[in-house]
C-alpha cells in the first residue's frame, strides 16, 4: 500500500521568510512517481513539479525548491523569500505508473504581509 | 485553450436526492480521472476512464455512485441516493498519452463541492 504524509496541518509565515513544506511518502514500488499540487482559494490543483524514482536530484525553479530524499523517504518542498500569493494548500502525491495518486492531507500555507 | 472544466461548481441537496456531476475534459485527453476529498481527508481516487472504457474503478466507494464517459469525451458521476458522508469536492482530471504511463501531464478542474444535508 502507497501513503503520503505531510505532517504539517497549516504554517504561517511572515513574508520574505522562507518555509520548508514536509513530505514523507512509503511504497514498496522501485518505480514510482512523486509530485507537489498548489490548490489556491480558486480551487483548481496547480502542477508544480514530478519527480521519478531514479532522479534524486534536487530541483530548483525560481523561489522554489526540491530536496528528494530516497533514504528517508522525504520530498520536501521549500519556498524562498515567500509572498503573499503563495498562500494556499500544497499537496504532495504519489504514484506508480498511471496518474492513480496517493494524495497527502495537504498544508495549509498562509503568508502575511 | 480551455482546461478541464466542471460543473456545477457547487450543489447543495438533502439526503436521499440524486445529483449528476459533469467533467469536460481537455480536448484530445484519453485519459480522464476522477477523485474526491471529504471534509477533513486526503484527495482519493475515483476512477480512471480511458476514452470510454472505464480502466480502474478500484475507488469508487459503493454502488450509489455511477461514472460515465459515453463517447470517450464528457464524464459524468452521478450519486443516488446521495448520503451526507458524500459531502466533499469532486475532481475531474484529463491526461495526454498512453494510460500505462507518464506521458502527459495532469490537468485538474476546479472541482465540483457538494454538500449534502
Known amino acids: 500500500a502507497q501513503k503520503v504524509t505531510q505532517a504539517q496541518t497549516e504554517i504561517s509565515v511572515v513574508e520574505k521568510e522562507d518555509v520548508t513544506l514536509d513530505c514523507v511518502y512509503e511504497?514498496?514500488?522501485?518505480?514510482?512517481?512523486l509530485f507537489w499540487y498548489k490548490q489556491p482559494p480558486s480551487g483548481e490543483l496547480v502542477f508544480l513539479i514530478r519527480?521519478?524514482?531514479?532522479?534524486?536530484q534536487n530541483e530548483i525553479s525560481g523561489r522554489y525548491s526540491w530536496n528528494f530524499q530516497k533514504s528517508t523517504s522525504s520530498f520536501n518542498f521549500t519556498i524562498t523569500a515567500s509572498q503573499v500569493v503563495d498562500s494556499a494548500v500544497y499537496f504532495c502525491?504519489?504514484?506508480?505508473?498511471?496518474?492513480?495518486?496517493?494524495f497527502g492531507k495537504g498544508t495549509l500555507l498562509t503568508v502575511n504581509p | 485553450e480551455a482546461g478541464v472544466t466542471q460543473f456545477p461548481s457547487h450543489s447543495v441537496i438533502e439526503k436521499g436526492q440524486t445529483v449528476t456531476l459533469r467533467c469536460d475534459p481537455i480536448s484530445g485527453h484519453d485519459n480522464l480521472y476522477w477523485y474526491r476529498r471529504v471534509m477533513g481527508k486526503e484527495i482519493k481516487f475515483l476512477l480512471h476512464?480511458?476514452?470510454?472504457?472505464?480502466?480502474?474503478e478500484s475507488g469508487m466507494p459503493n454502488n450509489r455512485f455511477l461514472a460515465e464517459r459515453t463517447g470517450g469525451t464528457y464524464s459524468t458521476l452521478k450519486v443516488q441516493p446521495a448520503e451526507l458522508e458524500d459531502s466533499g469536492v469532486y475532481f475531474c482530471?484529463?491526461?495526454?498519452?498512453?494510460?500505462?504511463?507518464?506521458?502527459?501531464?495532469?490537468?485538474f478542474g476546479e472541482g465540483s463541492r457538494l454538500t449534502v444535508l
Open positions: 482530471a484529463s491526461s495526454q498519452g498512453d494510460y500505462r504511463g507518464l506521458t502527459g501531464e495532469l490537468f
Open positions: 511504497t514498496r514500488d522501485t518505480t514510482y512517481y
Open positions: 476512464f480511458v476514452k470510454e472504457s472505464k480502466q480502474d
Open positions: 502525491a504519489l504514484c506508480r505508473s498511471n496518474y492513480k495518486l496517493t
Open positions: 519527480r521519478n524514482s531514479f532522479d534524486e
